[in-house]
């Protein structure tokens, strides 16, 4: 079996689950299925292009303000979320995120 015939079962069980257990919440909001495009910045970018024009929608590109390049297509409440993230802005993040050891919130009461 194949990792995309296991996600599509998955996706299915959890829809069936879902159908026949109605206690069970789900999402109040959007929620998306979120599908990473690695390699450069060129390889990933013409990933999500392929995605997008199979998905028939734009690209959206939100690199020149620090974010990602992305195709979005929506089916209801659920997105389909092809992204790519620059190496220039993963390199940003990652080096924020080196000092989250180093920065402990002060958790007493004034």
Same mark, same amino acid.
Do not use: G, K, N, Q
């Given at each position: 079996m194949t990792h995309r015939t296991e996600f599509i079962n998955g996706l299915h069980a959890l829809a069936d689950y879902l159908d026949t257990n109605p206690a069970v919440p789900v999402p &109040?909001? =959007?929620t998306d299925v979120l599908v %990473? #495009? %690695?390699g450069t910045d060129a390889a990933a970018f013409a990933e999500? &292009? =392929?995605v997008a #024009? $199979? $998905?028939g929608v734009p690209v959206s590109d939100d690199t020149a303000r620090g974010g990602h390049y992305k195709a979005i297509r929506t089916f209801g409440p659920v997105e389909y979320r092809c992204i790519a993230i620059p190496? #220039?802005?993963m390199a940003v993040h990652r080096a924020g995120q080196s000092y989250a050891e180093s920065v402990v919130?002060?958790?007493e009461a004034a």
């Open positions: &109040e909001f =959007r %990473h #495009a %690695h999500v &292009e =392929r #024009a $199979l $998905l190496v #220039a802005v919130p002060d958790t």
